[in-house]
């Protein structure tokens, strides 16, 4: 597709449940990152990919969190046993590498409702 | 500690009416400064990126300049149509990864 895709754009969870966030990125792209926006905070890290090395997973705030890339194309970010701090929206960037003279594309985020 | 800071949160301006957003940095090790604007329920559109101290960039209505503090995003004769929430970020580090630190935004609304 022409942009970055996210799938679902709203989720309401129950507390303790598990649930699947997916970005299908720009093709092309071998840069993917994943970022948390909480009500009033700046987007916050989570998670980088590129290409086939190793993730950068430095920004996970937890064990609860875990995010793989199949294929060097989707990406699914997998959040265990929600808690309420959890709510947010999760936002999904691809880039050709890196953050560059072009940036990343973002795509329009998942709205994560822990209740 | 790595820390960027926007200011001011909010501006009201009436269009036509300039005024410039301040992203102030302090880090170690700058690789470069990116501006991005967010619409309501959007993720965030790339609108520049600033490498070294004295650079400026500009697109349409806005000019962005770098000194080795902040970043200033310039906005002349603003219209309606330019509100929006505007992030800055920086990459720092030795290695290209693009992770990036956002401020926490300036939200602009443009009254016509």
């Known amino acids: 597709g022409a942009g970055v895709s996210q799938s679902p754009s709203n989720k309401v969870t129950e507390k303790g449940k598990d649930v699947e966030l997916r970005c299908d990125p720009i093709?092309?792209?071998?840069?993917l990152y994943w970022y948390r926006q909480s009500l009033g905070q700046g987007l916050e890290f989570l998670i980088y990919?590129?290409?086939?090395?190793?993730p950068d997973k430095s920004g996970l705030p937890s064990d609860r969190f875990s995010a793989e890339r199949t294929g060097g194309s989707v990406s699914t970010l997998t959040i265990q046993r929600t808690q309420q701090e959890d709510s947010a929206v999760y936002l999904c960037?691809?880039?050709?590498w890196g953050a560059g003279d072009y940036g990343y594309t973002f795509g329009s985020g998942t709205r994560l409702t822990v209740v | 500690e790595d820390q960027v800071t926007q200011s001011p949160e909010a501006l009201r301006l009436q269009e036509g009416e300039s005024s410039s957003l301040n992203c102030s940095y302090t880090?170690?090790?700058?690789?470069?400064l990116f501006w991005y604007r967010q619409d309501p329920g959007k993720g965030p559109e790339f609108l520049f990126t600033?490498?070294?101290a004295g650079e400026e960039k500009e697109k349409e209505r806005l000019k962005a300049t770098l000194t080795k503090k902040e970043s200033f995003l310039h906005i002349t004769a603003p219209k309606p149509e330019d509100s929006a929430t505007y992030l800055c970020?920086?990459?720092?580090?030795?290695?290209?990864?693009?992770?990036?630190?956002f401020g926490q935004g300036t939200t602009l609304q443009v009254k016509p």
């Open positions: 960037a691809s880039s050709i």
């Open positions: 990919f590129q290409g086939n090395s190793a």
């Open positions: 600033l490498y070294s």
């Open positions: 970020a920086v990459e720092v580090g030795s290695s290209n990864t693009g992770k990036l630190i």
């Open positions: 093709s092309g792209h071998t840069a």
């Open positions: 880090v170690s090790g700058l690789r470069g």
